[in-house]
C-alpha cells in the first residue's frame, strides 16, 4: 500500500515540481546534485518500507526491522527534496506573493517534508505501539495526501494550465484569495516555454496583446532580482 504513495504519487507529485517550479519562478533549481541524489535514495529506500505497515504484526521480525530502518534512511530523499525546491524559492518572496500556483507548492512542499518525519517517527517500534491504531496514522495519511500531493496537484494545474492554453482561471480570486489576482500572475519569471505557442504565436506576446504580460515581465524580473 505504501508503496503506490512513495512509488506513484510521491514520484508524481516530485516530477512536476522539478518542473513546474523552476519554470514559474523563471530561474534553475537549487541544486542539481540534490535532485539526483534524491531521486537515486528514493529508489534505494522507499521500495523497502512497505513492512512498516505491519510493525507486531505476524511478518518476519527481521523484515519489520529492514523496513523501520530504511524508513529512517527515508529522511535523506524526503529532506533533500524539501529543502532542495524550497531553496529554489530563496528570494522569490515577491513572485510568490502574486502567483495564485506557487504558494500550493510552497506548501505542499512543507506538507512533504513534516508528513514523511512525521511517518519516519511512527515506524520506530516505540511509536507504533501507541499510535497504530489512532488518528496520528490518518493525520499522517492527511498530511501527506491532502497536505502535499493535493496542493502539489493543484499547484500543478494553476501553474501550467494556463501556460498551455494562454488562458488564466475565470476567477483567480476563488485560486488564490490575495493581492493581485490578474493576468501578470500567469508569466511569473516571464518565460513562455520555448515553442509553446498558441495560435501560432508565443504565449506570452499573446498574453502582450492583452496589454499586461509585458509589465508582468518587468516587474517579475524586478522582484527576482530582488530590487
Ligand atoms: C517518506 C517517508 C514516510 C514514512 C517513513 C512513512 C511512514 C508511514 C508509516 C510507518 C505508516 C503506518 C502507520 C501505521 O499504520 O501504524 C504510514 C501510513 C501511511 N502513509 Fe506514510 N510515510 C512516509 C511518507 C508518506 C507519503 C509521502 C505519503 C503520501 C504520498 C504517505 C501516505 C501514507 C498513507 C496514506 C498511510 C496510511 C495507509 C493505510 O493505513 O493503509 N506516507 N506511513
Ligand atoms: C475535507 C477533506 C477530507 C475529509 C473530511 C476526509 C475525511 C476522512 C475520514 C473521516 C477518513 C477515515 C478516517 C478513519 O478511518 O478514522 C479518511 C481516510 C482517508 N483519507 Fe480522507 N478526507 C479528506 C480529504 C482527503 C484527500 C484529499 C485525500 C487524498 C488525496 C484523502 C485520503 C485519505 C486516505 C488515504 C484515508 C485512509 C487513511 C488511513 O487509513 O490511514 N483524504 N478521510
Known sequence: MHNVMGMWFTQLALGVSYYAIPRLLGRPVYSYALGVLGFWTNLLFYPLIGA??????PVPWWLQSTAILFSVGMMVPVWAGTGNLLLTFKGGGGAVRRSYALPFFVTGL??????????????????????????FTVGHSHAAMYGFIAFIAWGAVYGLVPRLTGREPRYPLL?????????????LGGRSPPGL??????????LGDRGRADVALADDRRSLDGQ
Open 52 to 57: 512498516h505497515h505491519f510493525i507486531f504484526s
Open 110 to 135: 512543507i506538507g512533504y517534508g513534516l508528513a514523511s518525519t512525521q511517518g519516519t517517527i511512527e515506524a520506530f517500534r516505540t511509536a507504533n505501539i501507541y499510535w497504530h491504531f489512532t488518528n
Open 175 to 187: 485560486a488564490r484569495p490575495g493581492r493581485d489576482p490578474d493576468l501578470r500572475d500567469l508569466d
Open 197 to 206: 505557442r498558441v495560435g501560432g504565436r508565443p504565449i506570452l506576446h499573446r
